[in-house]
Nanobody, 120 residues
């Protein structure tokens, strides 16, 4: 079965950290750029970060720059999003999606999402 599966979400206090994982099954992540999006209740989906396939260039939304780090381990067929210094406004469902390149708006695969809640 071809799918992306996110994990690692949860409840964390402001200033805390979480690491999200996006694991692929049924296909190889090597050839895809992997994007992280998030959507909070009542808000539009927001692009958070992206890592390219071959040259591993990384991109971040201004709102997370300096706090989030995206990385990939092709041997594990997994992409990670390390989230530090979390703020209540980071609360959302986080999704990963595969595309050809980071600027592509055509996504081949989507995960089901993982909830991140930042609250004291």
């Amino acid at each position: 079965q071809v799918q992306l599966v996110e994990s690692g979400g949860g409840l964390v206090q402001p200033g805390g950290s979480l690491r999200l994982s996006c694991a692929a099954s049924g296909f190889t992540l090597d050839y895809y750029a992997i994007n992280w999006f998030r959507q909070a209740p009542g808000k539009e989906r927001e692009g958070v970060s992206c890592i390219s396939s071959s040259d591993r260039n990384t991109y971040y939304a201004d709102s997370v720059k300096g706090r989030f780090t995206i990385s990939r381990d092709n041997a594990k067929n997994t992409v990670y999003l390390q989230m530090n210094s979390l703020k209540p406004e980071d609360t959302a469902v986080y999704y990963c999606a595969a595309s050809k390149v980071c600027s592509d708006l055509d996504f081949a695969f989507w995960g089901q999402g993982t909830q991140v809640t930042v609250s004291s």
